[in-house]
């Protein structure tokens, strides 16, 4: 078994970060809707807290919206655990922003990020924290194979990360989500950066530090559907792109200058025929290539607009969520 937490409060050893008020380990995760899974969750993962940092951790449960009775186990486990901390965000402000809110809510030297759902083993935290002993700052879980998940699932996680490899200016590690063990330095770096629109995958990677990757199988959902439907899937690929990049936009640009050189060929060799009094036939391909760079010049305004849209929200200044209630097992509300 790995050496306890324990001997990490030592001043000058592995971990030099240590403050009053802190305790080993912290363990980050946001809850939608994951009424059916919190006990198994925290079956599981407290005998592996227990084990890595015996009386030194806590588990925060961050309760983003739910509409069933997620937060009123979270609230009884805070109760009955003096290692349960419960989290109740006012309304749901999606999975990125509720993993944000768990990072700077926890007090832990490290911090395992892991969603409800169990498709993650916590069961690897004493190989993550092996690592980070040997001097690496995170340990991402990186998916060899993905259980439970459709081909349709599979093949557009796959592409996601693919694509995006091409798309930001940042190296993100392909077939990684959140799950990932994070010395404090790091978290304290993410916590740093005030962006409302959030891709801490690429955030993490953005802050540098030393990183390896720890291959795992993720199982398939212990009970439930998955939150991150489609529609959600895409909107994250959005917010990354847009995070990292500005290759959208220069995209769009250069489609600007290769239809507008287009455009100016066509009406030279209409001049030209013109100017053979002759008839310039086509005119339905003609009003075809208009309509195409109509098309064009929309979709380049769209991404204009999507960019300037998150400039305006961000200058708002807004808090990036609003906390209704937290809870600590052990010392009251």
């Known amino acids: 078994m790995l050496q306890d937490l324990q001997d990490w409060q030592i001043e000058g050893a592995v971990a030099p970060w240590r403050k ?44 983003d919206g739910s509409t069933d009775g997620t937060w009123s186990l979270i609230d009884a486990h805070a109760a009955r655990s003096a290692h349960v901390v419960g989290v109740d965000l006012a309304r749901n402000h999606g999975h ?17 990020v892991i969603d409800a759902d169990l498709q993650d083993p916590p069961e690897l935290l004493p190989q993550m924290m092996r690592l980070v002993r040997e001097g690496y700052d995170v ?13 349709f699932k599979k093949a557009s996680a796959a592409l996601f990360y693919r694509v995006l490899e091409k798309m930001i200016d940042i190296a993100i590690p392909r077939d990684a989500g959140d799950f990932r063990l994070m010395t404090r330095p790091v978290v304290d770096a993410l916590n740093a950066m005030p962006e409302r629109f959030r891709f801490v995958r690429g955030m993490v990677s953005w802050v540098g530090f030393r990183q390896v990757a720890i291959p795992y199988h993720r199982e398939a959902r ?34 600007g200058v290769l239809f507008g050189m287009a455009g100016l060929a066509l009406l030279g060799w209409v001049l030209a025929v013109w100017l053979q009094h ?9 009003i075809g290539v208009s309509l195409i ?6 979709i380049v305004l769209g991404v204009f607009g999507e960019y300037l ?25």
């Open 96 to 112: 990125q922003l509720a993993l944000t809110c768990g990072l700077q809510v926890c007090r832990g030297d490290l911090v395992l």
């Open 139 to 151: 340990v991402y879980g990186q998916r060899v194979a993905r259980e439970g998940e459709t081909l």
């Open 278 to 286: 002759g008839t310039v036939s086509g005119w339905t391909s003609m």
């Open 222 to 255: 212990f009970a439930g559907e998955t939150h991150y439907p489609l529609s959600k899937m895409l909107a994250l690929a959005f917010d990354a792109v847009t995070s990292f990049s500005v290759k959208p936009l220069r995209m769009a640009s250069l489609c």
């Open 20 to 63: 009053p008020g802190r305790v080993g380990l912290s363990v980050v995760i946001p809850c939608y809707n994951e009424a059916p899974v919190i006990d198994a969750l925290l079956a599981r993962l407290e005998p592996v807290c227990e084990a890595a940092s015996p009386g030194d951790y806590e588990i925060v449960l961050v309760n």
């Open 309 to 333: 849209g998150r400039m305006y929200i961000e200058t708002k200044g807004r808090p990036m969520y609003i906390v209704r209630e937290v809870r600590r097992g052990g010392d009251g509300r």
């Open 293 to 298: 760079m109509g098309s064009v010049q929309l």
